[in-house]
Nanobody, 123 residues
Framework: QVQLVESGGGLVQTGGSLRLSCAAS????????MGWFRQAPGKEREFVAAISWAGDSTYYADSVKGRFTISRDNAKNTASLQMNSLKPEDTAVYYC????????????????WGQGTQVTVSS
């Protein structure tokens, strides 16, 4: 079993930055792929970024590539999402997710989820 808790959301102006953190607990969390997803009101949950268990492979949605950076610290059982050059369309609830195996892009492929943290970007 893996438990995930996100933090770091908030309100920021267009062009600003936020850093989301995900604290993970569980016996084998260091073996998990960690991902970030987001869900805006009235929209489906969508993939944002993911990182392999070793941290040597990352993948980003085209909409955030070059602006967001995912990282992890297995010694601290944390994953982070640094978000720069934020846009109003980045406004959503952001979720941390974990799963064993390969980096996958569908929410259906992730078994463990945090409760979400709100990110609001004002124009």
């Amino acid at each position: 079993q893996v438990q995930l808790v996100e933090s770091g959301g908030g309100l920021v102006q267009t062009g600003g930055s936020l850093r989301l953190s995900c604290a993970a607990s569980g016996r084998t969390v260091g073996s998990c792929v960690m991902g970030w997803f987001r869900q805006a009101p009235g929209k489906e949950r969508e993939f944002v970024a993911a990182i392999s268990w070793a941290g040597d492979s990352t993948y980003y949605a085209d909409s955030v590539k070059g602006r967001f950076t995912i990282s992890r610290d297995n010694a601290k059982n944390t994953a982070s999402l640094q978000m720069n050059s934020l846009k109003p369309e980045d406004t959503a609830v952001y979720y941390c997710a974990a799963n064993y195996g390969w980096i996958l892009l569908s929410p259906k492929d992730y078994n463990y989820w945090g409760q979400g943290t709100q990110v609001t970007v004002s124009s």
